[in-house]
């Protein structure tokens, strides 16, 4: 009875269900804060009072698992099972089932370790395991699990260390397992693992690594080197490694050189086909004239749907009509019928002249509300069909799925009470536990709760993509609205960047540092503020939305001012960088912008590129009831300056 009067308290919360009305829960919800601060300060009674009146909150859990991680040194396996057993359906247990193998690693008690050991778990824990389980002499069941995590061609943890050891001085290890681990560490990119490996070879095998190793800093130095000159199965690994290396930036010397030592040397099939294959797309992404005969040149076997893209998009880029039409048809089945290869299949043959076939084609298109359903509606002359469906969710549903799914409910009050990332956390581990139609009713609920970014995650994971209240929420109006009239920019493309950048998640960090709903590098940050005459801001400022949508879109505006109001290329250049940009610019003659886009050699670039564009017509449908059709936004692409690099 009382969990059921916490749903109720909850929904009556929700600001679409009962607006104006008190929160049941904020009374306890404070109380809840207050004691996860009072133990993070060590205030341990203040803690054990608040603690005391919260056992029926959902969110009481987190409380104790708190408490346990934070005396892990002094619990006991009895408290550590006692929480496991009780949750063991939650992300808290597998948390605190970690953090108590990681406490008893580290003193070594591994008959305790193994009482608590579930898999799966991550590779150092994978180690530890190993070490508790060594008999002496070790069995060949353990050297083959240990053999297992040591050949990878990274590096592993410390805690495996010990397992290796043993490894080592086992009789499965042998050289030749030693040089497959090199192998797999050179194809990783990682010569100083492969130089560590080379230590435990002979000298001779030693001077062999360096020269791997030479093959991937230098590689037209090392296609020089005498001792490469004996054909060897060593020599050819060497040979196709630089190769490969060499291919990265200069896709015509490397194909000189394969050329000239493809019949001297014994290579196999597999090689053969890796090299071309390799050559042909960098030769392709780089745009270069030779590209389409190189790919012609890769071998069946090797023709996979790499080959099978970039054979299109260079004959697209050329504006080879025949040749695209010939290529999209030798596409796998599955490949052809995506919406990209559908549009330029009928755009080929309106090219070539076969109009009525065409027309139906791209009639079929325009019923999609994508990047190529907007462009083949645009072909026609035809309005976009935008086909808002919202998601059926009553109140009851919502109640129904936090009755059959603690975790929601605990994701959601989290987030009410500020713990974004516990939240967040939360939602990782139930996401993939929910059926398609649960999915639809926690993306209202978190629509509901404002939390954006898990309403946009979680309806997008569900078979129900038209509730475009979900998917395209109108989220800082006023702010983009005023940055908008600041930079005399186009709202709906200010929030189409910021949907393709964060999906409206304001505390986003990418992993090279990019900040907030519009993904501000710092550096970008600074550099923004500087011209508007603002403070330098540091990384806290530019999470505030306020900050970021502010200097993000004076960012935004100084690319379309560098590409001379080219939306298309400023759109790319704040994905890219405007040196990429210019790099990709047409070599003598414009490129209308549908054959540019979707010829840029990024694959993040170009689906960032049609994501914007596509999000942006979603957004100018919301904003205003004349939407401007995406080709008025897209103009030609200009060729390159000759100054340009």
């Not at 000298?203 to 791997?212: F, G, I, P, Q, T």
């Not at 017509?617 to 200009?638: C, F, G, H, K």
Request: hydrophobic share 45%; glycine share 4%; with cysteine.
């Amino acid at each position: 009875m009382e969990r059921f009067f916490l749903l109720l308290a909850l929904l009556a919360a929700l600001p679409s269900v009962a607006v104006g009305t008190a929160d049941p829960l904020a009374a306890e919800r404070t109380q809840f804060l207050e004691a996860w601060r009072a133990l993070e300060q060590g205030r341990l009674s203040r803690y054990r009072q608040l603690a005391s009146r919260l056992k029926d909150y959902p969110l009481y859990p987190y409380l104790e698992e708190k408490r346990l991680r934070r005396r892990l040194s002094r619990a006991s396996d009895e408290e550590i099972l006692s929480f496991l057993e009780r949750h063991a359906d939650s992300v808290l247990a597998e948390r605190l089932r970690r953090s108590w193998l990681y406490r008893l690693a580290r003193k070594r008690a591994w008959k305790r370790f193994l009482a608590f050991y579930q898999p799966p778990q991550p590779v150092e824990l994978q180690c530890y395991r190993l070490r508790a389980t060594l008999e002496r002499p070790p069995g060949e069941e353990w050297l083959t699990e240990a053999r297992a995590l040591w050949l990878t061609g990274r590096s592993r943890p410390d805690a495996c260390d010990p397992v290796f050891e043993v490894l080592y001085a086992s009789p499965m290890m042998t050289p030749a397992l030693i040089w497959q681990r090199i192998e797999l560490a050179m194809a990783a990119g990682k010569p100083s693992l492969a130089r560590y490996l080379g230590k435990k070879l002979s000298a001779e095998d030693r001077r062999w690594v360096e020269l791997w190793r030479l093959a991937h800093r230098r590689p037209a130095t090392a296609l020089r080197r005498p001792e490469l000159r004996r054909d060897s199965p060593l020599a050819r690994k060497i040979l196709a490694h630089a190769i490969h290396r060499l291919a990265r930036n200069d896709p015509r010397t490397a194909q000189r050189h394969w050329q000239d030592i493809r019949d001297r040397y014994h290579f196999d099939d597999e090689q053969r086909i890796r090299i071309q294959r390799d050559i042909a797309l960098r030769a392709a992404w780089r745009h270069l004239p030779e590209a389409a005969a190189y790919l012609a040149e890769v071998p069946p076997a090797g023709r996979d749907g790499r080959v099978h893209e970039w054979t299109a998009r260079t004959a697209l880029r050329a504006g080879d009509w025949q040749a695209l039409r010939e290529a999209i048809e030798a596409f796998p089945p599955a490949m052809r019928e995506t919406p990209e290869w559908r549009y330029w299949f009928a755009v080929a043959l309106q090219r070539l002249g076969e109009t009525e076939a065409a027309r139906e084609r791209l009639a079929e298109l325009a019923r999609l509300r994508n990047f190529h359903g907007f462009l083949a509606a645009d072909r026609l002359g035809r309005p976009y069909r935008m086909g808002h469906r919202p998601v059926p969710a009553s109140d009851a549903d919502i109640d129904a799925l936090l009755e059959r799914r603690p975790a929601v409910l605990r994701a959601a009050e989290l987030y009410r009470a500020g713990l974004v990332r516990e939240a967040r956390r939360e939602w990782y581990w139930l996401v993939d536990r929910l059926e398609p139609r649960e999915l639809e009713v926690a993306a209202v609920l978190f629509h509901r709760l404002h939390w954006h970014d898990r309403a946009i995650a979680t309806i997008a994971r569900s078979q129900h993509l038209d509730d475009l209240d979900l998917r395209f929420p109108l989220v800082y109006a006023e702010r983009v609205r005023e940055a908008a009239r600041q930079q005399h920019l186009d709202p709906a493309w200010i929030y189409g960047i910021m949907r393709q950048e964060s999906a409206f998640m304001a505390d986003a960090r990418s992993a090279a540092g990019a900040l907030g709903l519009m993904q501000l590098m710092p550096a970008t940050g600074r550099t923004s503020a500087r011209l508007l005459g603002l403070r330098r801001p540091n990384s806290r400022t530019l999470l505030q939305p306020d900050a970021n949508i502010r200097l993000g879109s004076a960012y935004l505006k100084r690319m379309l001012e560098r590409f001379s109001d080219n939306l298309v290329l400023a759109t790319a250049a704040y994905n890219a960088g405007p040196v990429r940009v210019r790099r990709w610019l047409p070599e003598e003659r414009p490129l209308p912008a549908d054959r540019w886009i979707d010829s840029i050699p990024y694959g993040e670039t170009r689906g960032y590129v049609r994501g914007v564009l596509a999000f942006t017509t979603v957004y100018d449908s919301r904003l205003d009831d004349r939407v401007l059709p995406l080709v008025r936004r897209m103009p030609e692409i200009p060729p390159r300056p000759a100054d340009a690099s």
